[in-house]
């Protein structure tokens, strides 16, 4: 990884092997690397069992919030994924819930804009949320606001309304009151290829309204890494390798964290917008230039059938 | 004096709880009635310009409707004359915004409340409307997810155009509770299609443009009055106008004075030519 600023480097089958010698930790994004929706892409499954049969530490680090780590066990399994057990998944809802239990540790209530997914992590970890039952006539100028709110948790949330945005907006006055968020995406791409508007959007109409700037937990802020790191009692960066999809959040996310990153091509971004962030003139957007670029994670393969092992 | 626009007027009077600012009627008609044409500008969308001239009525403002100009009537008037636009519009906004289109031949679809059903692949796979050539956002307090989802399916769309009423961020209320302004819906907007507005209200001079051309308008014969110096002492700046601040609104001599000695190019146009504590205070000189 040292040396002239190259990025973007095709790598096959002995040079994936030559990487994974390298790697002990391999982290994962899910949606667009391993799967796209209720679907595995090819090959994807297989890589992942070689992986753990070959003792690599295999984690998932998903910004997507909309359901809880439990879901995801099942998920895993149904597509094949048979040995995922729930210790290798972070979710940005499970880290956001961790953050408020063991960073902030929050005396006081937290108001979330999110699905079950988000408030089930929450609950799990003891973590006390305002209800959220409205009056289908509240409006803001006569509704009632929580006592005691200390932070305002923004994820995906398709129940989104404007009095919520409203409610988030007052509770953001106190300056004491935390400004959460688990992730920025600014939309979610559907295995359909369609695309449906993500956290960010929310998060840009509070950042607006508050005039305050969120902390975001999910990629590509380091959070999630320090979780990782946390529960496997230290991890060397120089040991990982993150493989992802989407530069701006999966590249940069590794950069920030001092990891090797490998881009995928079977999700959002193109090979095309990896060279440009290479060839720009801004320093900053070299973080989200990958060091090394597959087709598919599929391309793996190769690489454990050349060890004689069995690739199933 | 020179001719007055009262967006002063129109901000304190329009926007808020029912009580004109002391002094303001009497200023107004006073100089109405000695020859200045007087035209209210309002980055505000959720009224028509009717329903402002019987609002300036019962606080004893003589107003017509042609002297008003709001965003929901100027967005309605920039579709129709700069965009020219053919087809409908996605419309996320009030019924005022949905009458002012209407009365310039632009059929909407959108107006009201638009809760999410069905699963996620239902979401994205919403049946868009073939005649939707352009999204428009204004105030909307029926704002939902599945808005924003809709109008960010119609401007992935090659050639939909995107217009924002205005980026004010936040109207304030008493009892410490704040409701976000149109510029919050906006940025959601923008964020998840990716594409920046082009937004209608000021500072953007296409509402001075509107009065200009309706009634004849000489802009050095000008004074914008106003309280904001993003929105209104920037429209002022923007089109050439003397620009007379207000202190009985938004911002304050500091605010100004920090513009002056900014030494950035762009701020000076926040630089008003003149202040006033209240626009009670041309009443000795309309008098005398």
Not at chain 1, 39 to 46: D, L, R, S, V
Not at chain 1, 233 to 239: E, K, L, N, R
Not at chain 2, 177 to 201: D, M
Request: hydrophobic share 40%; proline share 4%; net charge negative.
């Amino acid at each position: 990884m040292a040396g002239a600023f190259k990025g973007c480097q095709k790598i096959r089958g002995p040079q994936i092997r030559n990487l994974l010698d390298a790697k002990d930790f391999i982290l994962l994004d899910c949606d667009g690397v391993i799967w796209h929706g209720e679907k595995a892409i090819t090959g994807a499954a297989k890589v992942v069992n070689s992986l753990i049969r070959h003792g690599k530490n295999v984690v998932f680090v998903t910004n997507n919030c909309t359901r809880p780590r439990e879901n995801y066990v099942h998920k895993f399994c149904r597509l094949g994924f048979t040995d995922v057990i729930l210790e290798q998944i972070f979710s940005s809802s499970y880290c956001s819930a961790l953050y408020l239990r063991d960073v902030v540790k929050i005396r006081g209530q937290v108001f979330v804009m999110g699905c079950d997914g988000l408030r089930r992590e929450l609950d799990e970890a003891g973590i006390p949320c305002v209800e959220e039952a409205d009056d289908p006539d509240a409006t803001i100028y006569d509704c009632a606001l929580a006592p005691d709110v200390k932070a305002v948790l923004v994820g995906h949330d398709d129940k989104m309304t404007f009095l919520k945005l409203a409610k988030a907006s007052c509770y953001l006055r106190d300056p004491d009151c935390l400004f959460l968020a688990t992730d920025n995406d600014p939309w979610h791409p559907l295995s359909s290829g369609r695309i449906l508007p993500g956290s960010g959007s929310l998060i840009a109409a509070l950042e607006v309204s508050s005039g305050r700037k969120a902390t975001v937990i999910g990629k590509p802020s380091r959070f999630m890494f320090e979780c990782i790191s946390s529960q496997f009692s230290g991890v060397d960066p120089a040991q990982c390798l993150m493989i992802g999809d989407r530069l701006e959040t999966d590249m940069l996310f590794g950069s920030n964290c001092g990891l090797d990153t490998m881009l995928t091509l079977t999700g959002v971004s193109q090979i095309e917008k990896a060279q440009e962030y290479r060839n720009s003139e801004l320093t900053t957007n070299h973080s989200l230039v990958p060091d090394y670029v597959v087709d598919t994670i599929a391309d793996f393969l190769p690489a454990f059938e050349e060890l004689g092992e069995p690739s199933n | 004096m020179t001719a007055l626009r009262a967006a002063a007027l129109a901000k304190q009077v329009l926007d808020s709880v029912d009580s004109a600012v002391p002094g303001a009627p009497q200023v107004i008609n006073l100089l109405k009635e000695n020859g200045k044409k007087v035209f209210f500008v309002t980055n505000n969308s959720t009224k028509t310009r009717k329903m402002y001239v019987d609002k300036l009525s019962v606080l004893g403002f003589n107003a017509k409707e042609d002297e008003v100009f709001g965003t929901a009537y100027c967005s309605a008037m920039y579709l129709k004359t700069v965009c020219k636009l053919e087809g409908k519009v996605y419309l996320i906004g009030s019924n005022a915004m949905r009458e002012e289109m209407e009365a310039v031949g632009l059929q909407q679809t959108g107006v009201g409340p638009d809760h999410v059903l069905g699963k996620q692949t239902d979401w994205a796979n919403v049946p868009l409307d073939p005649e939707v050539k352009a999204v428009v956002v204004g105030f909307d307090e029926h704002f939902s997810y599945m808005k924003l989802n809709r109008a960010m399916q119609y401007l992935t769309q090659p050639g939909c155009l995107f217009v924002g009423t205005n980026r004010d961020t936040r109207l304030p209320l008493e009892g410490g509770k704040a409701v976000p302004g149109t510029g919050c819906l906006l940025q959601a907007v923008e964020t998840a299609a990716q594409r920046q507005a082009q937004t209608v209200g000021k500072p953007n001079h296409f509402m001075f443009d509107c009065v200009a051309s309706q009634f004849g308008v000489d802009p050095d014969r000008c004074l914008m009055v106003g309280d904001r110096l993003d929105t209104d002492i920037m429209l002022g700046s923007n089109c050439g106008l003397k620009t007379l601040l207000t202190l009985t609104g938004v911002s304050t001599v500091a605010d100004a004075e920090a513009h002056q000695k900014s030494g950035c190019a762009e701020r000076q146009g926040m630089v008003p030519d003149y202040y006033v504590e209240s626009i009670a205070e041309l009443l000795p000189a309309l008098q005398g």
